[in-house]
């Protein structure tokens, strides 16, 4: 099984609709990300959480939202599905710890939302 | 703001050729610096990274060395093969910032023909 795990891995759905894409872990570690990739524009960053009480946006968190329910699950949701957030979504960790200034990051295998 | 510039591909080579992506990027601080790969409908998964001036990252062929004078991170393999294609994305993370947050480059798609 894998350590970081995306739900679903594909979802078609419409203009309005909330949508949920889940992330559960098994690495055991605090940090945890939400990414969108677009063609051409890399992967850029939506939300983060250091541990369960500490949550904060990233670059684009607009029209998003998310959950930190507990330590292994993070989960990004779109409160009123848009076209221009069709899209790749990738949740990642970290091994980075309390003290330390470098890590690498872990990185689901990706949820492909499309919103029509 | 921190940020990564890296070439825009497509990059085609024929097997065995040379290969180097560039990378440049800006920090406020000292960041630690990588190269992702990601394999066609696969997440991203870590190639190499150097943490501090003049540390050469390596692994399976690839290797970067981490150039302050020029804020560089140019990834290099001598001879690729067809399996080495894929999307290369060149990051930091900048310790210093406060954030901890990981910048990304907008990737680089290599295809590598037999």
């Known amino acids: 099984d894998a350590d970081v795990t995306q739900t679903p891995r594909n979802r078609i759905t419409k203009t309005g609709k909330r949508i949920m894409l889940e992330c559960s872990q098994t690495?055991?570690?605090?940090?945890m990300y939400w990414y969108r990739q677009d063609p051409g524009l890399g992967l850029r960053l939506i939300y983060y959480?250091?541990?369960?009480?500490?949550?904060n946006k990233g670059e684009i968190s607009d029209g998003y939202s998310v959950s930190r329910q507990a330590q292994a699950k993070f989960s990004l949701s779109l409160e009123s599905a848009i076209p221009n957030q069709t899209a790749l979504y990738f949740c990642?960790?970290?091994?980075?710890?309390?003290?330390?200034?470098?890590?690498?990051?872990?990185f689901g295998e990706g949820s492909r939302l499309t919103v029509l | 703001g921190d940020s990564v510039t890296q070439m825009e591909g497509p990059v085609t080579l024929s097997e065995e050729a040379f290969l180097t992506i560039n990378c440049t990027y800006t920090?406020?601080?000292?960041?630690?610096l990588f190269w992702y790969v990601q394999y066609p409908g696969e997440g991203l998964q870590l190639l190499l990274k150097?943490?501090?001036?003049?540390d050469k990252g390596s692994n399976k062929g690839f290797e970067a060395t981490y150039r302050k004078e020029t804020t560089s991170f140019h990834l290099e393999k001598g001879s690729v093969q067809v399996s080495d294609s894929a999307v290369y994305f060149c990051?930091?993370?900048?310790?210093?910032?406060?954030?901890?947050?990981?910048?990304f480059g907008t990737g680089t798609r290599l295809k590598v023909l037999a």
């Open positions: 150097a943490t501090k001036a003049d």
């Open positions: 959480s250091f541990d369960v009480k500490d949550i």
């Open positions: 690495k055991g570690h605090d940090r």
């Open positions: 990642a960790t970290s091994d980075l710890g309390v003290g330390q200034t470098t890590g690498e990051l872990f």
């Open positions: 990051a930091l993370s900048d310790p210093l910032s406060g954030t901890y947050k990981y910048i």
């Open positions: 920090a406020t601080g000292y960041p630690s």
